[in-house]
């Protein structure tokens, strides 16, 4: 048996040996003596595994694919539909087409999936931002999520504060909040190295969470309810969701446009730069904690555009949405899609968002299971393709041999 | 005020364990561990487990307590150990953000592993275990110390005596030194690198499991979402005494023990988690290489 | 004359190991000034202490007549100095273009609604700007790999990739730290030209080499570091017959 096979085996088999006993085990309590015992159980063990289920066969399947991948050869009509997928997205016909279909799917999409159309798109405008920061200027942010309920509490706020406040109305002024919030929190942490920049974020967000929970005017736990006229509102025969559902893509395409100049213009490259290396950005020019500062900034605009659109969108914001558990999700999302790359935190978004989703359908027990997944993921990305589903594959073009 | 000394320092004995950890895998690999915190956590399971498995084998009894411990911390320091291989080893030369983005991922899987196979809620300590250390009482002044605090006192300096031992007095403690220095030189004189990192991981999370292991007893009450605030006041404590160094993680763990507790005291528990955050922030920004820590200047 | 940069007295302590102890050295324009020495001397230090990246304890760094020391690296770039990197240090995930484009990031006007609406001006200042990008690759000789990321090239065409990016940003006085390590005779015959065409664009160069024939055959003055004091100074032939310089590098081969 060659070595790298028997080390695969050995390690799975130290991975069963120390997770056995939580998993195949439980505690009896004899609460009079108040001691414990230790009581085989399989079938605890077994739904445990059930759960992993979709896990280990895209694993299966991943692993399956890549040694065919080596024996077979591509047969020749899979190669030419590749190459027509590569001409198409050359085609200038592409978009205006694939929005015309976006935005007829307002009716013909029914409630359940327009909602769950909306709620992608929401997040898509927070793996955009997330990845401003994280993904083209390489600054790990871990409390994303606490900007993201600033722009939810700030709309919240604001509409209590102005009866009848229409969405639109505040919604520059909440991106410009999110901004300046921004600004000010990576005032004194973006000299700060990358871990500690992470650990600092994650306080913030914490500790935003902690203080909506204590305040009078947020509510506490419960969060703040807003009026019917402050959430997206039905129009020219469209529904409350439909409508929603066409403010939520018309915010995408727009935030995809703007990012996607900012991206490929010096702003986007001195981003990367810094990424690539601070220290020789900064010796060629590039005022680095400026442009670190501007893609903070920007990145909890867009957080927070994303926050008020969700109140709007479901008519609430509570302390939850600053947990961590938010943060991680659209960090996977990031992650997953690949970072910088602006098509491919839209896939991440839509993967990430829609698989658990239509599996819960499937599966109930899997909402459990979703952060495992994904920090699962998270895991195995790293190790395996960094660059992500869709990496940025900027201009890469494999030197010619014997050039 | 003795009273106010036993109970931080025992705290703060705990937070300086697991800070060790964080310290030592920073020195060697140059990164912030995220999944020490729950390697604490697994501890403190991995211990009611292992009561349980030697009390259905052999009875309760108090032997099964310290069986259960050493079970328990070499646990941990399987997890800790299996955290490297499959997590970090094959990241060390790529850029910062993977081994970062795979430590957090590693944190959320063990944590909503425990979640999922244990409980989702909140487990008891078996009191017949710890009641006997917990109701032997000492009596100074008029404070009430129990012989839990003292065992952990007791136990945490001799553990870290012996790690002053292993680092600065025998081989693989150069080696574990060597190579936190510079790397490349360290394997080129013949130190195992891979082996020496193995071990530093193994002997952070010996340390951060038994810490789990006390705390269990000390508290009664285990969750599986434990290992995040530990984390987050361990790694305080780190920075605090100056991340890399060991003697600052020791002493860093301390004043956070200390500080938690005269927060308590005066204005109130459900603020402690706030001092830790605000001492974080501040250490970070006004000197951000803590107090025992030197300046490391970036090799251009 | 006047000087381009002048530095006097530059001294850097790190803890108790004195780096850099009183090295003055100043280039005019068009000129080639090298620093050698044994490994460890301090050179490029002496070059971190120019560039922004440590600050000097003492001495004063005028470019230009300005005082630049302890000014940030990027505002010491756009003031006129650039520099090479002894290990490369390229942005590895960004094209040979996109590299040099970065560099030209400080003279760039950067409109947020010119970005987000390209209007024509725009246009036409990005297409200058392009047409520099690509006109310096070819300066440095690669012409062919614009598109191709930064750290597929081979070796040889990063480190002259890493000087068109240095150039990209219009420096008046351009450090090079080790531009021909690792080169083969015939490379550095190349690298040898690719400075005389520097320094025939004007700008003053600072080199740091262990090639000596490259030394002494492009220098115009050469300054002689030895654990972080300057030993010698003078033109090559003055140096090279230097008895202090000689017992320095005792142990190598003399430079002949």
């Known amino acids: 048996m060659n070595r790298g096979l028997r080390n695969t085996l050995l390690g799975c088999l130290g991975l069963f040996a120390i997770t056995a006993p939580f998993i195949w085990f439980r505690l009896d309590y004899n609460t009079t003596a108040q001691t414990v015992e230790l009581i085989p159980a399989l079938s605890k063990g077994v739904k445990f595994f059930q759960g992993l289920l979709p896990v280990f066969i895209a694993l299966a399947a991943c692993f399956a694919w890549q040694r065919l991948q080596k024996k077979i050869s591509i047969p020749a009509a899979a190669q030419r539909s590749g190459q027509w997928l590569a001409r198409q997205q050359q085609n ?27 709620t992608v798109g929401i997040f898509m405008l927070q793996a955009l931002g997330l990845n401003i920061t994280t993904g083209m200027t390489g600054l790990l942010v871990l409390g994303y999520a606490g900007f993201y309920a600033f722009g939810g509490y700030a709309f919240a706020i604001a509409q209590i504060l102005i009866p009848g406040l229409p969405w639109w109305a505040a919604l520059p002024f909440v991106f410009l909040a999110g901004g300046i919030l921004g600004w000010l929190v990576g005032l004194p942490c973006l000299r700060l190295r990358g871990d500690y920049l992470a650990i600092v974020t994650l306080g913030f967000a914490e500790s935003f969470r902690e203080l909506m929970r204590n305040l009078e005017i947020t509510g506490g736990d419960k969060g703040i309810s807003l009026a019917a006229s402050s959430k997206f509102q039905g129009m020219l025969g469209l529904n409350g969701l439909q409508s929603s559902y066409v403010f939520t893509l018309l915010a995408v395409i727009l935030s995809v446009f703007f990012i996607y100049r900012i991206y490929h213009s010096a702003i986007g490259r001195a981003w990367i730069a810094i990424r690539e290396d601070e220290i020789a950005a900064s010796s060629m020019g590039v005022p680095v904690v400026r442009m670190k500062l501007l893609a903070f900034a920007l990145s909890a605009a867009f957080a927070a555009l994303a926050g008020q659109f969700t109140a709007c969108h479901v008519g609430f914001i509570d302390p939850a949405s600053s947990a961590f558990e938010q943060s991680v999700i659209v960090l996977a999302m990031v992650i997953l899609g690949g970072m910088g790359s602006i098509p491919g935190v839209l896939l991440g978004s839509t993967l990430l968002y829609l698989i658990p989703t239509l599996l819960r359908d499937q599966f109930p027990s899997i909402s459990d299971y979703r952060l495992l997944i994904f920090g699962i993921i998270m895991v195995v990305m790293m190790l395996y393709r960094p660059q992500g589903l869709w990496g940025s594959k900027r201009h890469q073009l494999e030197l010619k041999a014997g050039s | 005020m003795i009273e106010f000394l036993v109970i931080g320092l025992t705290r703060g004995a705990t937070y300086a364990l697991v800070a060790l950890g964080y310290t030592m895998v920073y020195g060697i690999l140059g990164m912030i561990n995220f999944a020490h915190g729950e390697i604490y956590m697994i501890g403190m399971f991995a211990c009611v487990f292992a009561i349980g498995f030697l009390s259905t084998l052999l009875g309760p009894g108090t032997a099964a307590l310290l069986v259960a411990v050493l079970l328990a911390v070499g646990l941990a320091a399987a997890y800790g150990y299996s955290n490297e291989r499959i997590a970090y080893r094959h990241l060390r030369k790529a850029h910062l953000l993977a081994p970062l983005t795979s430590a957090i991922g590693l944190s959320i899987v063990l944590q909503n592993f425990i979640m999922l196979s244990v409980s989702k809620g909140k487990i008891d300590f078996p009191r017949h275990y710890s009641g006997p250390l917990i109701e032997t009482t000492f009596q100074i002044g008029s404070t009430t110390i129990t012989g839990l605090q003292i065992a952990i006192l007791v136990v945490t300096l001799l553990v870290m005596g012996g790690l002053f031992y292993l680092i600065y007095r025998t081989r693989m403690g150069i080696a574990m030194r060597a190579t936190s220095q510079d790397q490349r030189m360290a394997s080129l ?14 002997i952070g999370s010996a340390l951060a499991g038994l810490a789990g292991v006390m705390i269990a007893m000390y508290q009664g009450v285990l969750r599986f979402d434990s290992g995040y605030s530990m984390g987050l006041k361990a790694f305080t404590a780190a920075i605090l005494g100056g991340i890399g160094n060991i003697p600052g993680a020791v002493l860093g763990g301390l004043i956070i023990g200390l500080t938690e507790d005269a927060t308590s005291h005066t204005i109130g528990s459900d603020w402690k988690d706030c001092t830790t955050f605000i001492i974080l922030m501040l250490v970070l920004i006004l000197r951000p290489r803590g107090l025992l820590g030197e300046r490391v200047a970036d090799k251009v | 004359m006047s000087s381009s940069l002048q530095c006097r007295s530059i001294s850097k302590t790190f803890g108790g190991l004195k780096a850099l102890q009183s090295v003055s050295v100043s280039v005019k324009p068009g000129q080639v000034v090298s620093i050698i020495g044994p490994n460890g001397a301090g050179k490029t230090t002496f070059f971190n202490c120019l560039s922004g990246i440590y600050k000097p304890e003492q001495g004063e760094i005028l470019l230009d007549g300005i005082c630049i020391n302890g000014l940030a690296p990027h505002l010491i770039c ?24 970065v560099a030209q990031f400080s003279h760039q006007k950067k409109n947020p609604l010119a970005i987000l609406f390209h209007n024509p001006a725009h246009h036409r200042r990005e297409e200058a700007f392009l047409d520099e990008a690509l006109g310096l690759l070819e300066f440095v000789g690669l012409p062919d790999v614009a598109n191709v990321w930064a750290r597929n090239l081979p070796y040889g065409s990063q480190r002259r990739l890493e000087i068109a990016r240095a150039l990209a940003s219009r420096p008046k006085v351009l450090l090079l730290d080790e531009p021909a390590a690792g080169m083969n005779p015939n490379e550095v015959g190349e690298m040898m030209a690719l400075i ?16 000596m024939k490259l030394v002494m055959e492009i220098s115009d003055s050469i300054h002689v570091l030895d654990h972080g004091e300057s030993i010698a100074e003078g033109t090559p032939s003055e140096v090279r017959s230097n008895p202090k310089v000689i017992s320095a590098y005792l142990g190598q081969e003399a430079p002949n």
Not at chain 1, 102 to 116: E, G, Q, V
Not at chain 3, 84 to 100: A, D, K, P, Y
Request: charged fraction near 15%; avoid cysteine.
């Open chain 1, 92 to 118: 200038p016909l592409l978009l205006p087409a694939a929005g015309l279909l976006l935005f007829s799917a307002t009716f013909w999409l029914d409630a359940k999936n327009l909602n769950y159309a909306v």
């Open chain 2, 189 to 202: 004189v013949g130190i195992p690198v891979n082996r020496t990192i193995a071990t530093t991981f193994v």
């Open chain 3, 196 to 211: 005389h065409r520097i320094r025939d664009r004007g700008l003053g160069v600072i080199l740091i080499e262990h090639h």
């Open chain 3, 78 to 101: 756009r003031r006129g100095l650039a520099r090479t990197f002894q290990n490369i240090r390229l942005f590895g995930e960004m094209s040979s273009l996109e590299n040099v484009q």
